[in-house]
């Protein structure tokens, strides 16, 4: 017999293939009507995902608040949802690993929202993917992305890859660092675990809940930039960990 927390994750699954339908058809309206403006297709993306991050019962706690105009968002990386709670508090450009653009509904999502696809184990895409990020920003877009090129469960972080860090000191663009921490480490996708399974078991629950918390603009020298990046989130990281009483 299905009980009720598979019942409340199935409905969340349908709430989310429904949601993600419903964005794609406006985002391949948006694209129809204006193929280049990406500012409109990011508003979009942020409608989705704020939409979604109610109906998926995720609690988003933010502090602080990243500035207007073309900055990097840069931070670390717990899971999926991670992208869910940045989009919803800004509409903005993201960096995501190639493999993204071939799954269902949000795959096809994502190629029309103002995303840049990356290998990150290939030098050429990684420089593709700069180029890409550029050209966002150029149009005024912010851009987000995960340094540590892949999901950590916690509680700390992994290094960060130096590329946007060099693009920011390059053509003068602040990088806003930003730290995302999870109640229950649990709740982090790592590792080889399916998204399916993954989002079975996060959601058969009451609540997810999150802090996601925005630094001051950084900028000058990339290298100096990383280090402080780095140390502001892993700082924030335990401190958030500590007030949730992460587990």
Same mark, same amino acid.
Request: proline share 6%.
């Given at each position: 017999?299905?009980?009720?927390?598979?019942?409340?994750?199935?409905?969340?699954?349908?709430?989310?293939?429904?949601?993600?339908?419903?964005?794609?058809?406006?985002?391949?309206?948006?694209?129809?009507?204006? $193929?280049?403006?990406?500012?409109?297709?990011?508003?979009?993306?942020?409608? *989705? %995902?704020?939409?979604?991050?109610?109906?998926?019962?995720?609690?988003?706690?933010?502090?602080?608040? $990243? $500035?207007?105009?073309?900055?990097?968002?840069?931070?670390?990386?717990?899971?999926?949802?991670?992208?869910?709670?940045?989009?919803?508090?800004?509409?903005?450009?993201?960096? %995501?690993?190639?493999?993204?653009?071939? *799954?269902?509904?949000?795959?096809?999502?994502?190629?029309?929202?103002?995303?840049?696809?990356?290998?990150?184990?290939?030098?050429?895409?990684?420089?593709?993917?700069?180029?890409?990020?550029?050209?966002?920003?150029?149009?005024?877009?912010?851009?987000?992305?995960? $340094?540590?090129?892949?999901?950590?469960?916690?509680?700390?972080?992994?290094?960060?890859?130096?590329?946007?860090?060099?693009?920011?000191?390059?053509?003068?663009?602040?990088?806003?660092?930003?730290?995302?921490?999870?109640?229950?480490?649990?709740?982090?996708?790592?590792?080889?675990?399916?998204?399916?399974?993954?989002?079975? =078991?996060?959601?058969?629950?009451?609540?997810? =809940?999150?802090?996601?918390?925005?630094?001051?603009?950084?900028?000058?020298?990339?290298?100096?930039?990383?280090?402080?990046?780095?140390?502001?989130?892993?700082?924030?990281?335990?401190? %958030?960990?500590?007030?949730?009483?992460?587990?």
């Amino acid at each position: 017999m299905i009980g009720i927390s598979e019942l409340r994750a199935a409905r969340r699954l349908a709430a989310t293939a429904g949601l993600t339908l419903d964005a794609l058809g406006k985002l391949r309206a948006e694209r129809f009507r204006a $193929p280049a403006d990406e500012q409109a297709a990011a508003r979009h993306g942020h409608v *989705w %995902a704020r939409r979604l991050v109610t109906a998926l019962g995720v609690e988003v706690a933010v502090r602080g608040a $990243p $500035p207007e105009g073309p900055v990097l968002l840069l931070g670390n990386h717990r899971s999926y949802l991670d992208v869910l709670a940045v989009l919803a508090v800004k509409p903005c450009g993201f960096l %995501a690993k190639a493999e993204i653009a071939s *799954w269902p509904l949000f795959g096809a999502a994502a190629k029309l929202h103002p995303t840049v696809f990356v290998v990150r184990e290939d030098a050429d895409s990684r420089k593709r993917a700069r180029e890409g990020a550029l050209r966002l920003l150029q149009k005024g877009l912010p851009f987000a992305a995960f $340094p540590e090129g892949t999901t950590c469960r916690g509680p700390g972080i992994l290094p960060f890859y130096p590329g946007l860090f060099r693009l920011a000191e390059q053509y003068a663009f602040p990088v806003v660092p930003f730290a995302v921490e999870y109640e229950d480490r649990a709740h982090a996708w790592v590792d080889d675990d399916t998204f399916l399974g993954h989002f079975l =078991r996060t959601f058969r629950g009451d609540r997810a =809940r999150l802090v996601l918390s925005f630094g001051s603009a950084l900028s000058g020298d990339g290298e100096r930039t990383r280090r402080t990046a780095s140390d502001w989130i892993r700082s924030e990281v335990r401190d %958030a960990a500590r007030r949730m009483g992460t587990h």
